[in-house]
């Protein structure tokens, strides 16, 4: 079992930048594979990045890459989402997650892979 918390959301202007936090516990963090997602009001949960337990591999979607860094931190239990260059378009419910299987060789980008979720923190971006 993963708890997951997120923290770090809240209301900046377009171009602004945040930084999510996700701490962890439970048993064997550094086993797993670590992801953050976002929920847009009506739209299905999307992948944002992903970070691997291994060697710290990253992997974002289009929409992010280049504007958003995934990080981890195993000492501290924790995985970070540094979020510049914010949109409008990037407001949403961001979900720390932590994939179903300890180990994973390859990242995974679908929601269904992911059996540990947070609760989810709210970032808007206003024009």
């Known amino acids: 079992q993963v708890q997951l918390v997120e923290s770090g959301g809240g209301l900046v202007q377009a171009g602004g930048s945040l930084k999510l936090s996700c701490a962890a516990s439970?048993?064997?963090?550094?086993?797993?594979?670590m992801g953050w997602f976002r929920q847009a009001p009506e739209k299905e949960r999307e992948f944002v990045a992903a970070?691997?337990?291994?060697?710290?591999?990253?992997y974002y979607a289009d929409s992010v890459g280049g504007r958003f860094a995934i990080s981890r931190s195993n000492a501290n239990y924790s995985v970070y989402l540094q979020m510049n260059s914010l949109q409008v378009e990037d407001t949403a419910v961001y979900y720390c997650?932590?994939?179903?299987?300890?180990?994973?060789?390859?990242?995974?980008?679908?929601?269904?892979?992911?059996?540990?979720w947070g609760q989810g923190t709210q970032v808007t971006v206003s024009s």
């Open positions: 997650a932590a994939d179903q299987l300890v180990l994973r060789r390859v990242l995974t980008t679908t929601p269904g892979a992911y059996e540990y």
């Open positions: 439970g048993r064997s963090f550094d086993d797993y594979n």
């Open positions: 970070v691997s337990w291994s060697d710290g591999t990253t």
